[in-house]
């Protein structure tokens, strides 16, 4: 594969939005090759935002698909990085 594409996905509150970002993630699960998720946890702490990364791989008009579904959710903030050969 010549092209890399990475989503990142910024939650605001990731405990009420994990149940649609999940059934979207899910539809696409044949799309995501890697998936990454980060968001501070300490002993008395575990923090409403987080992040997810993505590594796609099939065709960009799906992956993009993806990102634009994500986009759609109030409170996502999606990033993607294209890295071409």
Do not use: P, W
């Amino acid at each position: 594969m010549d092209t890399f594409y990475i989503l990142g996905i910024r939650s605001s509150d990731r405990i009420s939005q994990s149940g649609v970002v999940q059934q979207i993630l899910t539809e696409y699960g044949c799309n995501i090759r890697t998936r990454l998720g980060l968001h501070h946890v300490s002993e008395n702490v575990c923090s409403i935002n987080g992040l997810i990364l993505l590594e796609l791989c099939g065709d960009m008009a799906v992956c993009e698909e993806l990102a634009s579904k994500l986009s759609a959710v109030n409170g996502l903030e999606v990033q993607k990085m294209i890295f071409q050969k």
